[in-house]
């Protein structure tokens, strides 16, 4: 989640962005960003609202029907997804 969210904030230029993930360890990925970027993020439980989603597929083993912002992948298998909402 990490990677994930270092290129959203990368790549969005936005002061505020809103994002979502599909389990715990995205809102633990979060505390230990540098805190300059933290201010940045803001987690929206809802997915409808957010800006992005990030996935590491850990309960959802198939593909998602959403715009792939980026991903991490090793080998062939991807390990995180990150998509862009809106």
């Known amino acids: ?49 957010c800006d992005y989603y990030l996935t590491n597929y850990r309960w959802h083993k198939h593909d998602y029907s959403l715009k792939e912002y ?3 992948k090793i080998g062939e298998a991807k390990i995180l997804s990150v998509f862009k909402m809106q």
């Open 1 to 49: 989640y990490k990677q994930g969210l270092e290129y959203i904030l990368k790549n969005d230029t936005s002061s505020r962005i809103t994002i979502n993930g599909s389990n715990d360890p995205c809102i633990l990925a979060l505390m230990i960003l540098d805190p300059a970027d933290r201010k940045r993020l803001t987690y929206e439980y809802e997915i409808e609202k």
């Open 70 to 72: 980026y991903s991490v």
